[in-house]
């Protein structure tokens, strides 16, 4: 019996520590393509095609870096600006006189965060999903240029701002190993709201991009 119980506490002790050995990356770095699903704040109702409608498309990149304190669990930073420009034109009537009020509004969004990343981070593993949660802060920015406006038409309100405000991610996604070096990130989408003077920015960040370990 003391055989068997000895050897049975060996066959544990082995699988313990072949597992503390298990062969992992220790750290990685992420550079891609970020597309900002950006809340306009309307709000057209519940349904998922009306979530989509309220939102306008921002484009830019994101960047983090992982560091791994074991296989499963990492300490990450991320970063990610976003852009857009449009063209603005519309009709004023004062009294009996149609004018024209017109200008370009150039905006930008960024996000530094912190957390906390879950994945399998083991050398071999050749797909691995994954899940954060970050927080940090958020900036949003918006230049007004080239305004037309008549003198009878009030424009003082056509100005570029900026605010900054808390911010956090929360998703996902996964990597693909292309080799011992590189993983292939096919996918990566987050809640990404931002707390502004104004209100929070239901946002959505989707991803796509290499992963360097």
Same mark, same amino acid.
């Given at each position: 019996?003391?055989? @068997?119980?000895?050897?049975?506490?060996?066959?544990?002790?082995?699988?313990?520590?072949? %597992?503390?050995?298990?062969?992992?990356?220790?750290?990685?770095?992420?550079?891609?393509?970020?597309?900002?699903?950006?809340?306009?704040?309307?709000?057209?109702?519940?349904?998922?095609?009306? %979530?989509?409608?309220?939102?306008?498309? %921002?484009?830019?990149?994101?960047?983090?870096?992982?560091?791994?304190?074991?296989?499963?669990?990492?300490?990450?930073?991320?970063?990610?600006?976003?852009?857009?420009?449009?063209?603005?034109?519309?009709?004023?009537?004062?009294? !009996?006189?149609?004018?024209?009020?017109?200008?370009?509004?150039?905006?930008?969004?960024?996000?530094?965060?912190?957390?906390?990343?879950?994945?399998?981070?083991?050398?071999?593993?050749?797909?691995?999903?994954?899940?954060?949660?970050?927080?940090?802060?958020?900036?949003?920015? !918006?230049?007004?240029?080239?305004?037309?406006?008549?003198?009878?038409?009030?424009?003082?309100?056509?100005?570029?701002?900026?605010?900054?405000? @808390?911010?956090?991610?929360?998703?996902?996604?996964?990597?693909?190993?292309?080799?011992?070096?590189?993983?292939?990130?096919?996918?990566?989408?987050?809640?990404?709201?931002?707390?502004?003077?104004?209100?929070?920015?239901?946002?959505?960040?989707?991803?796509?991009?290499?992963? %360097?370990?």
């Amino acid at each position: 019996m003391k055989k @068997l119980i000895l050897a049975l506490c060996l066959t544990i002790l082995a699988s313990v520590c072949a %597992f503390a050995q298990t062969d992992y990356k220790k750290s990685e770095f992420f550079i891609g393509y970020s597309n900002g699903q950006v809340d306009t704040g309307a709000n057209s109702g519940n349904g998922v095609d009306d %979530f989509f409608d309220d939102r306008v498309s %921002f484009h830019g990149f994101n960047a983090s870096g992982v560091v791994n304190v074991n296989r499963y669990v990492g300490i990450t930073g991320d970063v990610s600006g976003t852009y857009r420009t449009d063209n603005f034109s519309f009709s004023v009537t004062s009294g !009996t006189t149609t004018n024209t009020v017109a200008f370009k509004a150039k905006s930008s969004l960024y996000n530094v965060l912190g957390g906390v990343q879950i994945k399998d981070n083991a050398s071999t593993a050749r797909f691995k999903p994954f899940a954060y949660a970050l927080a940090g802060v958020g900036h949003g920015r !918006t230049k007004v240029s080239n305004v037309t406006c008549p003198a009878s038409v009030d424009c003082s309100d056509l100005i570029s701002d900026s605010e900054t405000g @808390l911010a956090g991610a929360f998703g996902g996604g996964l990597d693909i190993r292309v080799n011992d070096k590189i993983d292939f990130r096919v996918l990566k989408v987050d809640y990404n709201p931002i707390r502004f003077d104004s209100g929070t920015q239901h946002n959505v960040r989707i991803g796509v991009g290499v992963v %360097f370990k």
